[in-house]
Antibody, heavy 123, light 113 residues
Framework: QVQLVQSGAEVKKPGSSVKVSCKASGGILDIYAITWVRQAPGQGLEWMGG????????KYAQKFQGRVTFSTDESTSTAYMEINSLRSDDTAVYYCAKVGGPLALIHYGMDVWGQGTTVTVSS | DIVMTQSPDSLAVSLGERATINCKSS????????????LGWYQHKPGQPPKLLIHWASTRESGVPDRFSGSGSGTDFTLTISSLQAEDVAVYYC?????????FGGGTKVEIK
């Protein structure tokens, strides 16, 4: 069964960094892209960007460009999302999700999701 | 960027009654070569990750009850729950996956009246 398992909750200081992991089962990363979506408290879903592991192609939403980095480690079938220069408004639940079609970030919905990782940014 | 606008923000429906959620895209999400609308609907319950219910505007994901249906054309789309059940209480989002950046609607909260 296809599964994405994310790392645990984090509490960080403003200005620091956080790296969230998303471990994939069943060879997902060989074929499918991983996207990252966040939900701030009381807000809706926000697409941050995604990565196609086999080509190491990453795309970022403009507001995250330069501050967020997606990466993958194919040896452990794990995708990562790192945010630098954390601010209080980065407090959110962060989800990784598998794109439903091969080798693309677009043209398919997100059909498998991780359980979410809560990141709290507070001094 | 394609802006997705949902309405209403919330609605309360009696058990067994119909719930209708609307979603409008700021531009077409029809991919002409496949003649498919690149529009999905997600259900999001508290403490759980979102769940893809409908893709290509009207195709139910495997295992999704048939009381959920999607429809629409042009830039106007609808998610209908034909007979609301208690377990359907959630926030529902539409999302376009036609072009980057992928964008979600603001969400519609469905509650029991």
């Amino acid at each position: 069964q296809v599964q994405l398992v994310q790392s645990g909750a984090e509490v960080k200081k403003p200005g620091s960094s956080v790296k969230v992991s998303c471990k994939a089962s069943g060879g997902i990363l060989d074929i499918y892209a991983i996207t990252w979506v966040r939900q701030a408290p009381g807000q809706g879903l926000e697409w941050m960007g995604g990565i196609i592991p086999v080509s190491d192609t990453a795309k970022y939403a403009q507001k995250f460009q330069g501050r967020v980095t997606f990466s993958t480690d194919e040896s452990t079938s794990t995708a990562y999302m790192e945010i630098n220069s954390l601010r209080s408004d980065d407090t959110a639940v962060y989800y990784c999700a598998k794109v439903g079609g091969p080798l693309a970030l677009i043209h398919y919905g997100m059909d498998v999701w991780g359980q979410g990782t809560t990141v709290t940014v507070s001094s | 960027d394609i802006v997705m606008t949902q309405s209403p923000d919330s609605l309360a429906v009696s058990l067994g009654e119909r719930a209708t959620i609307n979603c409008k895209s700021s531009e077409s999400v029809l991919y002409s070569p496949s003649n498919k609308y690149y529009l999905g609907w997600y259900q999001h319950k508290p403490g759980q990750p979102p769940k893809l219910l409908i893709h290509w505007a009207s195709t139910r994901e495997s295992g999704v009850p048939d009381r959920f249906s999607g429809s629409g054309s042009g830039t106007d789309f609808t998610l209908t729950i034909s007979s609301l059940q208690a377990e359907d209480v959630a926030v529902y989002y539409c999302q376009q996956y036609y072009s980057l950046p992928l964008t979600f609607g603001g969400g519609t909260k469905v509650e029991i009246k």
